[in-house]
C-alpha cells in the first residue's frame, strides 16, 4: 500500500533557507516598487530575503535621487 500521509494537493516542497539578493535584484525591484509593477514570482523573492534591509536602503537612496531630480529639473527651468 502506498503511503498516504503526504496526499495533500496543497502542501508545499520545504522551501530552501531565503538569501540575500543580489544588488542589481534590489535595484531593479525597487525601481519596479516605485512605479507600481512587481511580478509575483520577484515579490515573493523579494518577501523571503533574509533581510529587509538592503531594500529599505535602496529605496531611501531612491527617494532622495528622485526627489533631488525633480528638484534639479524644477529649479533648471524656473
Same mark, same amino acid.
Given at each position: 500500500?502506498?503511503?498516504?500521509?503526504?496526499?495533500?494537493?496543497?502542501?508545499?516542497?520545504? @522551501? =530552501?533557507?531565503?538569501?540575500?539578493?543580489?544588488?542589481?535584484?534590489?535595484? #531593479?525591484?525597487?525601481? +519596479? %516598487?516605485? !512605479?507600481?509593477?512587481?511580478? @509575483? =514570482?520577484?515579490?515573493?523573492?523579494?518577501?523571503?530575503?533574509?533581510?529587509? #534591509?538592503?531594500?529599505? +536602503? %535602496?529605496? !531611501?537612496?531612491?527617494?532622495?535621487?528622485?526627489?533631488?531630480?525633480?528638484?534639479?529639473?524644477?529649479?533648471?527651468?524656473?
Amino acid at each position: 500500500m502506498a503511503d498516504e500521509s503526504n496526499t495533500n494537493p496543497d502542501a508545499r516542497p520545504a @522551501q =530552501a533557507e531565503p538569501k540575500n539578493p543580489n544588488f542589481l535584484q534590489v535595484v #531593479l525591484s525597487v525601481m +519596479a %516598487a516605485a !512605479i507600481g509593477i512587481q511580478n @509575483q =514570482a520577484v515579490r515573493e523573492r523579494d518577501f523571503n530575503a533574509k533581510s529587509p #534591509l538592503p531594500f529599505i +536602503a %535602496a529605496g !531611501i537612496l531612491f527617494t532622495v535621487l528622485f526627489v533631488s531630480a525633480l528638484i534639479a529639473v524644477v529649479s533648471w527651468i524656473i
